[in-house]
């Protein structure tokens, strides 16, 4: 059922080039109150967080693990697309057990595992986004989005 969701790689395809030219310089930059490399890695164990703990009930893929960030968001993907490969129809409309946030965030609709992936891809395009204008607030190009 990989099929639903053929977008999914589309920000990706032109955040890793972009992220493999960076300078640990521009990695680290801190112009801004989040630098790319922490946003890379709070995509990455986002992913992570929602899929496998939240979504399968399963046990962190990332927790300690010596990756860097890049490696991380490289890695997640490949786990989280073997999930969408093996899902059946039948397991799109399951309700999701979402914890209670500090903030009292609660998902916008009936949180089922279709609305947990659209979640996930969505949570990356806006940190995509977010990485563009740390870079331009660093002095250096961002992804061509």
């Known amino acids: 059922m990989i099929f639903i969701f ?8 032109i955040l890793i080039p972009y992220l493999h030219k960076l300078s640990p310089q521009q990695w680290d930059a801190n112009a801004y109150h989040n630098t790319i490399s922490w946003v890379i890695e709070h995509m990455a164990q986002t992913e992570d967080y929602w899929v496998f703990q939240i979504g399968l009930s399963e046990e962190s893929r990332l927790s300690g693990s010596n990756l860097n960030p890049l490696e991380q968001y490289l890695q997640i993907r490949k786990e989280t697309d073997q999930v ?4 059946q129809a039948s397991d799109w409309d399951r309700l999701v057990d979402v914890p209670d946030f500090s903030d009292g965030w609660k998902p916008p609709s009936e949180p089922t ?10 949570h990356e395009a806006y940190h995509a986004g977010q990485i563009g204008v740390i870079a331009r607030l660093n002095g250096f190009k961002g992804p061509l989005f």
Do not use: A, E, G
Not at 6 to 13: C, G, I, L, S
Not at 84 to 87: C, H, P, T
């Open 6 to 13: 053929t977008y999914r790689n589309d920000v990706r395809k």
């Open 84 to 87: 969408l490969q093996s899902l």
């Open 113 to 122: 595992i279709r609305w947990l992936f659209h979640h996930v891809y969505s």
